[in-house]
């Protein structure tokens, strides 16, 4: 069964550290994988992933493919109370289109 | 957390008809949620439906192009009626999971319109 695992499935932190959030992915057909940040309404999109070893970044965020070990990391560096989120991952498949990983609460505290 | 069965998982229909997308959750849920998403885009929200009140609909959406139906706490439908190219996309039904914290999603419905 396709899956996806997100771990921590919460964090609390200070401004101003890092983070890392993980995603992990039992798959078939991998298509590409997808980081959105969710606060209030619809999620965000922040990257699609579909080669391995690429690092794609916006700013303080960054994200990269291990196709291999099959998992993606979400680093955001410096935070603030700003980045305070769920952020999800999800896997589109070929023929399947998406699963969703259950989300990583992150609360920034001042 | 809850588990959605989204239905169908892709369909190409043509100009001017209607289809109807169907989400079932495997226990009691107080909030679903409709979503777009167009190729590497947001996720869209479409409309949030409570169970024994009409949709709230987003700015852009109406009712009479994307009726909804929520008629018990497992399960919803959202139509795309008369529809158009423009209508391609995925659509996604989401759930608020109240034991994790987080959402829960649908598989999404791979919509092509010709």
């Known amino acids: 069964e396709d899956k996806v695992v997100q771990s921590p499935l919460s964090l609390v932190v200070h401004e101003g550290d890092t983070v890392t959030l993980n995603c992990s992915y039992e798959v078939t057909n991998f298509r590409s994988l997808l980081w959105y940040k969710q606060e209030k309404k619809a999620p965000t999109f922040l990257f699609m992933l579909?080669?391995?070893?690429i690092e794609k970044k916006s700013g303080r965020l960054s994200s990269i493919l291990d196709k291999k070990e099959l998992f993606s990391i979400l680093n955001i560096t410096a935070t603030q109370t700003g980045d305070s989120a769920v952020y999800l991952c999800a896997v589109l498949f070929y023929g399947q289109n998406f699963v969703f990983g259950p989300g990583t609460r992150l609360s920034v505290l001042p | 957390s809850a588990v959605i069965s989204q239905k169908p998982s892709r369909d190409i229909c043509q100009r001017g008809t209607s289809l109807t997308i169907q989400c079932q959750v495997d226990s009691q849920v107080t909030m679903m949620f409709w979503y777009r998403q167009q190729p590497g885009q947001s996720l869209t929200l479409i409309a949030t439906a409570n169970q024994g009140s009409e949709a709230t609909y987003e700015s852009g959406f109406v009712i009479d192009k994307f009726p909804i139906s929520r008629p018990n706490l497992t399960f919803s439908t959202l139509t795309v009626s008369n529809m158009s190219p423009e209508d391609s996309s995925i659509y996604l039904c989401?759930?608020?999971?109240?034991?994790?914290?987080?959402?829960?999603f649908g598989s999404g419905t791979r919509l092509t319109v010709v």
């Open positions: 579909t080669s391995s070893g």
């Open positions: 989401s759930v608020e999971d109240d034991e994790n914290y987080g959402y829960t």
